[in-house]
């Protein structure tokens, strides 16, 4: 199962992939969509570094981990997972277009291990469109919050 989404920002490429790689702020969110991201020990963050994830899905929160994979500043990061069940990277890459404005790529690519894992991401294949619509929606905002915020620091 794959899943790709492209924004443009109104912001420079390094400026973004800093607010990307906000470490702090993502842990300490806490917001109304019941995500939440906590960091496992307290040493800075580098390859290897794991958070515990808990992300609300039809009424339920799903819990994994995910592990720093690849981290190439200031242009690509990923996140791996895994557990007996399945298998995922999640990857973000910033591409700079001009002096103020770049392209965020998130990649999601997961793979099944079991078949009661299989179901679900055929349940989650049924609902690609509206899962893409969302996505979708949640990108542009960030991407309207980001050029705000670099415009407000300008």
């Not at 969509?33 to 307290?42: D, E, L, W």
């Not at 392209?103 to 609902?127: D, G, H, P």
């Not at 979708?136 to 309207?144: L, P, V, Y």
Request: charged content about 25%; overall charge positive; proline content about 5%.
């Amino acid at each position: 199962m794959q899943f790709k989404h492209t924004q443009e920002i109104n912001a420079p490429a390094d400026y973004v992939f800093a607010r990307t790689t906000d470490f702090k702020k993502f842990e300490n969110h806490s917001g109304p969509t019941g995500f939440s991201f906590k960091r496992q020990g307290r040493l800075p963050v580098r390859i290897g570094t794991r958070w515990d994830i808990s992300v609300p899905v039809r009424g339920r929160a799903r819990r994994f981990s995910a592990e720093l994979s690849e981290y190439v500043p200031p242009r690509t990061l990923s996140y791996k997972s895994a557990s007996l069940k399945y298998e995922g990277v999640m990857s973000l890459t910033v591409k700079p277009l001009g002096a103020t404005s770049c392209q965020l790529e998130m990649r999601v690519v997961a793979k099944s291990r079991s078949f009661a894992t299989s179901l679900v991401f055929n349940t989650i294949r049924l609902a690609r469109r509206r899962i893409n619509k969302r996505t979708n929606t949640e990108m542009e905002k960030f991407a309207k919050h980001m050029a705000k915020e670099y415009r407000a620091q300008v």
